[in-house]
Nanobody, 115 residues
Framework: QVQLVESGGGSVQPGESLRLSCAAS????????MGWYRQVPGKQRELVAR???????TYADSVKGRFTISRDNAKKTLYLQMNSLKPEDTAAYYC?????????WGQGAQVTVSS
């Protein structure tokens, strides 16, 4: 059973930074495109950034220039470096494969940006 475990969330002020991590078990990590998604209550989960097995990245317009996605295939870990955080970045952040979700959703990492 594949498991995804997100960590690194927290409460910060606008302009500060956080780094999220997603530890994956199983064999999916090395071969699939991985993505970071976020969700706020009452809204659909949205893709924030994705990275393919070769390291090519794509970002949502709302985070472009502020967030950086990376992966360590040897450690089976996905990262999201979030800089210049804004209140509208407040959400629960999840990782999974892209475009289809090949693993059960983890518990997520809550990010709260507030002054």
């Amino acid at each position: 059973q594949v498991q995804l475990v997100e960590s690194g969330g927290g409460s910060v002020q606008p302009g500060e930074s956080l780094r999220l991590s997603c530890a994956a078990s199983g064999s999916i990590f090395r071969i699939y495109t991985m993505g970071w998604y976020r969700q706020v209550p009452g809204k659909q989960r949205e893709l924030v950034a994705r990275i393919n097995s070769s390291g090519s990245t794509t970002y949502a317009d709302s985070v472009k220039g502020r967030f950086t996605i990376s992966r360590d295939n040897a450690k089976k870990t996905l990262y999201l470096q979030m800089n210049s955080l804004k209140p509208e970045d407040t959400a629960a952040y999840y990782c999974n494969t892209y475009p289809s979700f090949r693993a059960p959703w983890g518990q997520g990492a809550q990010v709260t940006v507030s002054s």
